[in-house]
């Protein structure tokens, strides 16, 4: 079996298309339109701004996921550095957006699929009513995430080949829209002749924008890359490699697509209604067909079916993997983290991963509200990379760190607040829902903890006080700040932004500070004996 192991490492650049495939997925074909809905032509400013924060943030996994180069990884860094409770909780919380974005991009596809234009397709339009799933859309959203599920069922290699014809075609689609659309009619006069035309509503909505839009949730499968570090070639140097050139690409190709929107609207369109007034279904589509330009509007019809599909595929890789990383913490049952001898890949998480994606699913039949409900999850989860990076620098000085830069002196505090910010931007009541769903895994935690483990409870709290006060914190401030976040305004913007990062630097403190040396650290030193600097 073991000569037989290499066979199955993943190159670089299978693991780029893999995260290309995961990053551009439903979110290119509905971000642009919703993003100019809400802040015009300044929100070309907010996926600038998405890129920076998850760049930012990816930054600090790339130091643990050189580390520790593992599968699922990201579900068990924060476990090394604070002890067992603050591992769960964080990679519960990213379970949690992985495991929905399985189902969101089968609710996209059905979603997109009920619009098509032809007449044929006439019997697709009973998938939805009043922008929700209807039962008989139910059933083809379960066949998707079969198919979803089955692509991932038979060894990394037939993944990677599916993954990398799907990855070049949803490169090629937003390329070519981006062409055509330029050069078909592309008016300068939308970006308007000074400040305020550029940006109509004010700066606020360019965090809004940020969040509200799905643009930091269109970025946010960098950690496919890291998630996959135990079955790459070269982890210590691919690792890093993999999640800067997917990530750079990603931003550059959102950012023009951005651009292009703005640019194709009609200016009469705006003179009549304005930026809030531009509600297209299929914005790029829309756009197509005003052009008159009906090859096109074919195209990313079906590429509207292909994008999200290929990235519903990428996603039970990660969330299977995630799922079977928790498994080997010993607070979920050991069978969900076996892995399948042959093929080597975790069936059991997989077939678990379908059945509570399809209950889901049963609950959440809207695409917007599984949007909000992912995007702060993954971000609360994200909030543990700094701080976990810095404390292992603190109390284990001697692990081999192939990426050490000089910098996370000053970037994982930067991350730690850029990411509090985009928790609030999420506004309420989104924190509090995602808070109770995160909340969902504890007494499964404390059943096992209790059980077999019988840990002190006082180490515990201490490892993971510092978090479950932040939730708090910042529940309380999305409730009292600004209206335009959905607030009660007691804490008006701007004032709400110096609250969150001033608070945000105590919790940050008090995260690095609370480190637990133990049996976790330990078996984080054991996996980290066998990188190679």
Known sequence: MSSKMPSQKMSLTSVI?????SLIGSGWLFGAGEAAKIAGPAAVISWILGAIIIMVIAFNYVELGAMFPESGGMSRYAQYSH???????AAWANWVSLITLILI???ASVQYMSSWPWSWANWTRSFVSHGSITNQGLLVVFAFMIVFTLINFWSVKILTHFTGLISIFKLLMPTLTIIVLMLSGFHTSNFGQGIHEFMPYGSRSIFEATTVAGIIFSYDAFQTVVNLGGEMKDPQKNIYRGVVISLTITAVLYILLQITFVGAVRPSLLTAHGWHGIDFASPFA???ILMGINWLTILLYIDAFVSPFGTGVAFVTNASRTLAAMAR?????AWLGRLQRRYMVPRFAMIVNLILAAVLVCIFRNWSALASVISASTLIAYLTGPVAAVALRRIAPDL???FEPRSLKWMAPLSFVLTSLAIYWAMWPTTIEVIFVICLGLPIYAYYEIRYHHAS???????CGWLLGYLLFISVMSYLGSDGFGGQNWIRYPFDFVVIILCSLVFYWWGVNSSVEGEDLELGRRVNAHVDQ
Do not use: I, M, S, Y
């Open 286 to 288: 829309d756009l197509a």
């Open 83 to 89: 002890g067992p409770l603050l591992g769960f909780v």
């Open 400 to 402: 081999k760190r192939p």
């Open 329 to 333: 913490g010993d607070h979920l049952p």
């Open 17 to 21: 298309l893999l995260a290309l495939n």
């Open 457 to 463: 409870w006082k180490t515990q709290l201490k490892g």
């Open 105 to 107: 991009e089968a609710v």
